[in-house]
């Protein structure tokens, strides 16, 4: 059984396995294709027509299954490799060990907000961006420096209160845990994160940026506790609702896999504090 783990507590050898299999699926042009994914549905995602995997009630369990896919790839490169999580209310700084030369790499250079060390930097010539909205190839990032903050455990707690999965018009405009945790209404969790890392994170084509992964698998962890905090409210619409996915409406791209098959993630993987 996979076990997703704080990435604060990863082994030198779990950074460096972790950090390999992403080498390796970016060399084999897979890892590119989940970059193409996210920003194809970026870009199609609306307000007040068909919405997938953003701004709408399918954000949480199509972001599941798109890391499930993903963290399937990095264990066809190495089985004992699983997507760890950023806990970014406890690991709040550029100085975290995250964003060491060992994992992730720093900040980008204040000029043109380049990724200069690490794993990623663009002079390894292992990780040219060729997805995104600009020629630019090399990673870019600028941590902290847009003026928010990360998100803290109290305003995490805050939604996490919230009982209702999801409102109409179950959009960006919505009320209840789903739009909050996402970040369009309120005190704002997942979509501050992106801003906060700037870069490539704060674009369509975010998955260019590795901390991608731990970012939504801490928003993944983050459903799994509001399941456990409410066990009687359950994913809405229930039922067929327009340009929305219900719980029992295949989501593309996949189209063999529905809300509902997502709602238990423990066939698959488990977290380290469960
Ligand atoms: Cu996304």
Redesign the pocket.
């Known amino acids: 059984m996979s076990v997703r783990k704080n990435q604060a507590h990863l082994t030198a050898n779990e950074k460096r396995e972790f950090v390999n299999a992403l080498l390796e699926l970016k060399r084999s042009g897979r890892y590119d294709a989940f970059v193409s994914t996210?920003n194809g549905?970026?870009m199609n995602d609306t307000d007040h027509g068909d919405r997938v995997?953003?701004r709408s009630p399918s954000?949480l369990p199509w972001?599941r299954k798109?890391l499930l896919e993903f963290e399937r790839e990095l264990q066809r490169v190495n089985s004992s490799v699983t997507i760890p999580y950023w806990d970014w209310t406890a690991d709040r700084s550029p100085d975290s060990s995250l964003w060491a030369d060992d994992f992730l790499g720093p900040t980008g250079r204040s000029t043109d907000g380049q990724v200069m060390t690490g794993p990623f930097a663009y002079q390894t010539g292992n990780w040219p961006i060729s997805i995104g909205m600009d020629r630019r190839p090399y990673l870019r990032r600028s941590l902290g420096s847009r003026g928010v903050q990360l998100p803290t455990r109290a305003e995490v707690n805050s939604v996490l209160a919230m009982a209702t999965y999801d409102m109409p018009p179950w959009n960006s405009g919505s009320d209840g845990f789903r739009n909050h945790l996402e970040g369009w209404r309120g005190v704002d969790l997942h979509n501050r994160v992106h801003v906060w890392v700037g870069g490539h994170m704060a674009t369509g084509a975010?998955?260019n940026d590795p901390v991608?992964w731990l970012h939504?698998c801490f928003i993944d962890k983050l459903w799994d506790e509001w399941q456990r905090a409410h066990p009687d409210s359950g994913y809405l619409p229930a039922t067929g609702t327009a340009n929305v996915v219900g719980l029992h409406d295949p989501m593309r791209p996949w189209n063999d896999t529905t809300p509902a098959d997502m709602l238990d993630h423990t066939p698959h993987y488990t977290y380290d504090t469960a």
């Open positions: 996210h549905f970026i995997a953003h954000f972001h798109f975010s998955p991608f939504h």
